[in-house]
């Protein structure tokens, strides 16, 4: 026997998502709690942290230094070019190479390096910032683009078809978690075991089963959606205005959009001849760099040691950066965010409830 959903079905099944935090993967926040980070929806109190005094942000920046994940990231070519700067110092020492090194435009030819590599840097670092701009500002038009809809769905479908209207409100909730499990490669079958009938569930197993288990729950769910919204403009029991259907029909576009674009940011690295180019620029310069500070009459090994570790550090971090943002995704506070969304869709179907149990409607 088919049992009714409800409005309060669905806000308990809401509910009950948020009890499940921690449970699985894609339920999990996966920010750093060391320091500020982007990976986490910012509040006054981490403004307020960001935002100190100079002299108190850079003495927790240092303290924090070792415990970096960029810092982790570029030790192994730190290491590396203190060891070929230590086999570069002793190698001098022979007569030979020593005469040779003193002769060589190593000095001169070095400063050639600064202007090529600083441009490289400056070109990727921009272009994936941009990507990761890109990338939050898509996830903050889905949000926009589903409350909406579940304001539409509650003002417009529910009072034609109650049922229908609460299961585009239930895929509408699980779609950012889809987003999520999608661009992070997550499992979201909990969620949608969680917010879905039995019968819809069977149909997205189905879905990913025709199309060679590749799964793609987000167009699924905007298909579905369609299907919905057609079907009750289509209805011979009650129709949906054609400016109402227009409109819906209209946000279900954006958000197909806003799903071509993460797929686009995904399928469509910055060339990845431009970051073997600037590797290979890097390793050239780093590799001439102990010669030119000997070839310069620079005598002291400590001070050739110290120079070029930090001009390795300070060059190869800003790619390394330029590399992690180039892939925004990882980075992107995606637990929030389909946290936001969901919250959004619920609180529509619940400003609709308390309007119908205090007497308004």
Known sequence: MHRRDSVESFLSDLSDLDNMYGTHPILTKSHSKRDSSYTKSWTDADWKLHQVK???????????????????????????????????????????????????????????????????????????????????????????????????????????????????????????WCMKGKLRGEDDSLVLRTLLPSSEMQWIETCSNAVGGISDNPSAIIFRLRSIVAKIT???????????????????????????ICKKIVASPIPPTFTRMTSRVLCLFLGFLPLALVSSGMQSPVAILVI??????????????????????????????????????????????????????
């Open 234 to 260: 289509n209805g011979s029991e009650g129709r949906l205005s054609i400016a109402a259907s227009q409109v819906m029909e209209q946000r279900l576009g954006e958000l197909e959009s806003s799903v071509g």
């Open 54 to 176: 100079s002299y108190e942000r850079y003495s927790r920046h240092i303290r924090s230094w070792f415990s970096s994940p960029t810092f982790f990231s570029v030790l192994p070519t730190l290491i590396s070019s203190f060891l070929w700067t230590l086999s570069c110092i002793f190698a001098v020492r022979v007569n030979l190479i020593n005469n040779f090194v003193k002769q060589a435009p190593f000095s001169h030819s070095i400063s050639s390096f600064t202007s090529p590599i600083s441009i490289l840097l400056a070109l990727k670092t921009n272009r994936s910032l941009n990507r990761l701009f890109e990338a939050r500002s898509v996830w903050g038009k889905m949000i926009r683009v589903c409350t909406s809809l579940a304001g539409m769905t509650v003002n417009y479908i529910s009072p034609i078809d109650q049922e229908l209207g609460i299961l585009m409100g239930r895929y509408l909730a699980a779609f950012g």
């Open 308 to 361: 070029v570790t930090f001009l390795s550090y300070i060059f190869v971090g800003i790619d390394e950066i330029g590399v992690e943002v180039e892939y925004p995704f990882p980075l992107l506070p995606m637990y929030s965010l389909a946290s936001n969304l969901k919250s959004g869709v619920g609180n529509q179907f619940r400003l609709m409830e308390e309007m119908r149990t205090g007497g308004v409607l």
